[in-house]
């Protein structure tokens, strides 16, 4: 549990801006900073005369371990009585803001405000003043998102709940269902019940009305003892919270509002809709989740001979990290050795590497004398050729490389630009010896380099090569295509034909020829041809082609990414399909004859009254 870790520290303050605190109660009159003041009467006083600031009080911090009562979420934190509301616990805006100012100037470190209600327009200013005030001194807020099914979505509906820089809570029962209009899901009676919901609210925390508490002394609190029995509401699930900011705090006191608040919430359990939503906000908070992250660990670089490691610096007090943080660790060789591998916290040896710290350690970085180590081969034999022209726009360019020592392992650095002067990294640890760029512009002149890099850290440098593509940057014009085969009237005798067509471009070249094919209503695409030969042969029967007329597209691209369209038309295909014949084969093998032509195919070419442009755009 949480407290294993931390039971709070006796610097950490806890504000209760409240009724008051009982302060001849036993479980809470030792937490008393008596640093508090009394707003109402005007006096230090700060005596509870309602009950509700000793119940909170109680709930946050009370003492444990002294065999009495109850136990608070943070043992040893101290208690500030700050009373701001009256004896019918009434509490005026005004009144509680001014209680903010006074609890931040007097060493608060969190503030719990287990009160809500709506405010005007310019009451919100007030109360975001005044929130600010302890926010930017680094005091934690908390807030009751309401009792009463408070919508925070409704302008100045809650305050402060609803106020940047607070911890909106929300109440749930012992099952981590939402306190809402049910009597029975958290004994809630009061008319309209419910916790208060909404884009503002942030975390959960128990509220059932059942919870013991410190009460005031005799019969005059909410309960005929020392001790209440049926405490609850977002009051008490905002004492939860307060306390566990407590405990936060304690474990690493270095932390800013912000961080404690995305620790609580980054460690609920997520209740409702997955995720935050407006009903539970990012769940209920989970104590000893929570602490777990507040801790800060150490690393401890362990020197060696051949070089430094830098680090991602410090986040926490004594040069620690806040747990979960991930740390960047770079070796830097000295001159004449190269990085080797790494021992301790990482879990690779690459350079730099990333761990995550979840508890102390140590790194350690290795180094190599250089000539223990060979370079990789300089990278080589680029294609396209250095200098060379016309070349597609969606070329791949390809390299040579290696390693002349047996068992390293290389890896590629790839760099691109419009000029030698302006090489931009493309491609990073890639360990093929191509890169594909994406489809380049036509008629550009393109700058490329690879460097090759060992698993010892030694690298190779290529020389800058060039090339341009075909084309020239304004084109704009398709390229033409017709068909070559089959002819118009031609009568195919074969399961399989060959079509074939002629393309050319006025500018750019031809990139690709595309063949579809159209029957039973729906066009197909049947091949794609970057060649230059502009062939296929199209096995007729295993693409189920039935009887009946059949429809030929042609398509052509340029290296410009310009489109052409061509058809043609073609009747009377006549392949009929027998799935009842039987041929005895070799060594008396029975196959059976999927496709068999039993007549002559008549394959016949029209020309079309109109082509339907763009209907093979989907077969590039």
Partial sequence: MAWDISRGDSTIVIAVLDTGLDVTHPDVNGKNTYTGYDFINGDFGIQDDQGHGTNVAGIAAASTNNGLGVAG????????????????????????????????????????????????????????????????????????????????????????????????????????????????????????????????????????????????MGSLGYSTGDYSTDFGGTSAATAFVSGLAGLILSVNPSLSPDQVENII???????????????????????????????????????????????????????????????????????????????????????????????????????????????????????????????????????????????????????????????????SNQGAISYNPGPMSPGTTYYWQVLARDNHGATSTGPIWYFTTAGSGNDTTPPTASWVSPSNGQTITSQTVRLQANASDNSSGVNRVAFSAKWGGTWRGLATDYSALYIYDWDLCGSGVPDGDIELGLEAWDNAGNHYVYSEHFTNYHITKSYNSWHMGARNQLRRLWCYPLRASELRWRMPSRQPPGIFSSFP
């Fill in 265 to 427: 919430e980054q460690s609920a359990v997520d209740l409702g809709v997955a995720g935050r939503d407006n009903f539970f906000g990012y769940g209920r908070i989970d104590a000893y989740a929570a602490v777990s992250a507040a801790r800060c660990y150490a690393l401890t670089i362990v020197p060696t001979t051949g070089g430094t490691v830098s680090v991602t610096p410090p986040n926490c007090a004594g040069g620690k990290y806040l747990a979960g943080t991930w740390v960047q660790a770079t070796a830097n060789p000295s001159p004449g050795y190269t990085f080797w591998y790494w021992t301790g916290l990482p879990i690779n040896d690459n350079n730099p590497t990333i761990f995550q710290m979840n508890s102390d350690g140590y790194l350690a970085a290795h180094f190599q004398t250089a000539s223990a180590n060979s370079s990789p081969y300089t990278p080589s034999n680029p294609l396209p050729p250095n200098g060379a022209t016309n070349v597609s726009t969606g070329a791949t360019l390809n390299w040579t490389g290696g390693d002349p020592d047996a068992g390293d392992t290389v890896t590629y650095d790839v760099y691109m630009g419009s000029s030698s002067t302006n090489l931009i990294l493309v491609s």
């Fill in 73 to 216: 979420a943070c043992w040893n934190c101290q208690i500030m009585p700050v009373k701001v509301c009256d004896a019918d616990g009434n509490c005026l805006s005004s009144v509680v803001q001014n209680g903010i100012y006074w609890a931040v100037d007097h060493g608060a470190n969190v503030i719990n405000m287990s009160l809500a209600g709506a405010t005007s327009g310019f009451g919100a200013i007030l109360w975001q003043d005044a929130i600010d005030y302890a926010y930017n001194d680094g005091v934690v807020v908390a807030a009751a998102a309401g009792n009463n099914n408070e919508d925070l979505d409704v302008a100045y509906s809650s305050y402060p709940a609803q106020a940047n820089h607070v911890i909106a809570v929300g109440a749930t029962n012992e099952y981590d269902l939402r306190c809402d209009t049910s009597y029975f899901t958290c004994l809630w009676w009061w008319p309209n019940p419910g916790s208060g919901h909404g884009s503002s609210l942030d975390v959960m925390a128990p509220g059932v009305l059942s919870l013991w508490s410190t009460d005031l």
